[in-house]
């Protein structure tokens, strides 16, 4: 894929995170503190709506995240082979906080 | 451009980090540029504290109301509403950076007439809607939140 490619995949998932996230933030935080009551936090995680809704606010932020600090760190002027080992640093980074991320709501929906 | 560029090395940065903030006049597009890395990079620093949150989950509920009491102290209400402000920066500007960089919001191509005056100042307007927004949805939180407390 060309870097214009994955530039249109910055900008879909920055229009997913904000509905998603932006809804995420209102109902967490400007409902009553119940939200955050192990009662409600176990009902939610054993819900598969709400399971997939995490999972793709995972996908939507650790993407458009990552993707905008390659930004940042490639405006230093990288040679070619340190922005392969930066790219390749970058999928592993995302792989792994995604396993670990995606673990948590997993477990939760069945347990 | 891009294939041509392959295996080139690229131009030296020679401002670095320091850049963000002054290379001379900068006009308000380059400050906006600044204030959506620093959210950004705020906002990635609050989603990672987010995540390790989340992990206390795992622990069943003495650990999650544990550290659930941390974050009902004072100062992470604060950090909430800084949260809520980054995200609300960051969403309008990223939305106008779209827009601009698809090419929406730029206007007709005109001859270049001596005094120059390039696309994006042509349609500043756009850029002041979009900041009385976020004063006026950051406003709005700020009040939602004190009323909240």
């Given at each position: 894929m060309r870097e214009v490619h994955w530039k249109l995949l910055q900008y879909i998932a920055g229009i997913g995170i904000f509905f998603l996230v932006g809804y995420h933030l209102i109902f967490s935080?400007?409902?009553?503190?119940?939200?955050?009551e192990w009662s409600s936090v176990s009902d939610r995680a054993a819900n598969a709506g709400w399971l997939t809704f995490y999972v793709l606010i995972l996908i939507f932020g650790i993407y458009h995240v990552l993707h905008g600090i390659r930004g940042i760190i490639l405006?230093?002027?990288?040679?070619p082979s340190a922005v392969k080992v930066l790219d390749w640093s970058i999928v592993l980074i995302g792989v792994a906080v995604f396993g670990y991320a995606v673990y948590i709501p997993i477990n939760g929906f069945i347990g | 451009m891009e294939a041509a560029n392959k295996g080139k090395a690229p131009l030296?940065?020679?401002?670095?980090?320091?850049g963000w903030a002054w290379?001379?006049?900068?006009?308000i597009e380059r400050y906006l540029y600044t204030l959506h890395r620093l959210t950004g990079l705020g906002l990635a620093a609050y989603i990672t504290i987010h995540m390790i949150a989340n992990g206390?989950?795992?622990?069943g509920q003495g650990s999650w109301e544990d550290i659930m009491s941390i974050f009902g102290t004072s100062g992470f209400k604060v950090g909430e509403y800084l949260v809520m402000a980054a995200f609300i920066i960051h969403a309008l500007n990223g939305g106008r950076l779209m827009l601009q960089h698809l090419g929406i919001t730029l206007g007709k191509p005109k001859p270049p007439v001596y005094p120059y005056v390039d696309s994006l100042r042509r349609k500043r307007s756009l850029i002041w809607v979009m900041l009385a927004l976020m004063a006026a949805l950051a406003i709005y939180t700020l009040v939602a939140f004190v009323i909240g407390e």
């Open positions: 935080h400007f409902q009553s503190d119940e939200i955050t405006e230093f002027s990288l040679p | 030296q940065n020679r401002l670095g980090i320091k290379a001379g006049r900068y006009k206390f989950r795992l622990g």
